[in-house]
């Protein structure tokens, strides 16, 4: 995936270029109208971020020549809480999404991954949460990009988690889902607990936040 930041703020383009390249994804900036128009002619993005008061020039100007010269491009504006008016205004010029600063980095990136679901079609095959994305039809899990390798009963347990985000799964209700209501119930407990350790582990040295949070005494819960 090829990214383009067009952004002056330094520390902000900084720290989204940091993260992005720090993931695997090749991520260039332009700091101002001019390089950003320069960089839309050479080469082509995946995605662009696109900030709309720019030195030299308005980015809802940048989104107008760029969506006229390749129209299927990717844009999310990135701008402040003030200028409501004009994020509306770009998205009826053709931009996909905007997000208004102060923002999270992993909020940026699942917005990202969003817009590029929706260009690509896939919508239905895919579930994305925060730094995690879930491809149904191949059954893998990936954390920034990088493919977690995870057995068919971890699989099984992440998504059903994750379908139920934010809400507690007693460790009953998750082993019936996993082993069927027949499961025997000590036996299957000590295998979830081993499953979910391993899960966590997993996704956490993979690099994403720790989701699954233990009810004492109760079961998991997806936390958002
Ligand atoms: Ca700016």
Request: glycine share 6%; hydrophobic share 40%.
């Amino acid at each position: 995936m090829r990214l383009l930041i067009v952004e002056d703020e330094k520390e902000l383009r900084r720290s989204i270029l940091e993260y992005f390249n720090n993931s695997g994804v090749d991520c260039e900036s332009a700091i101002d109208y001019e390089s950003a128009l320069d960089k839309f002619e050479l080469y082509d993005y995946d995605c662009i971020l696109l900030d709309l008061n720019l030195p030299g020039g308005s980015g809802l100007d940048l989104l107008r020549i760029l969506k006229r010269q390749k129209p299927d491009s990717a844009v999310i504006i990135v701008s402040a809480n003030d200028s409501l008016d004009q994020k509306l205004q770009g998205l009826d010029w053709g931009a996909d999404d905007y997000l208004t600063k102060p923002f999270h980095l992993s909020e940026l990136s699942a917005r990202i991954n969003s817009v590029l679901r929706r260009k690509s079609g896939s919508g239905s095959n895919r579930l994305v949460f925060e730094d995690l994305v879930i491809e149904l039809s191949e059954m893998v899990v990936y954390v920034k990009d990088e493919e977690v390798n995870l057995t068919k009963k971890e699989f099984d347990i992440l998504l059903y988690l994750v379908h139920n985000k934010n809400k507690v799964i007693t460790k009953v209700a998750l082993a019936e889902h996993i082993w069927g209501e027949y499961a025997d119930s000590s036996y299957s407990y000590d295998y979830l607990y081993s499953h979910i350790k391993n899960l966590r582990k997993k996704l956490v040295d993979a690099g994403s936040t720790d989701h699954i949070k233990t009810v004492y005494g109760v079961g998991y819960k997806f936390k958002a």
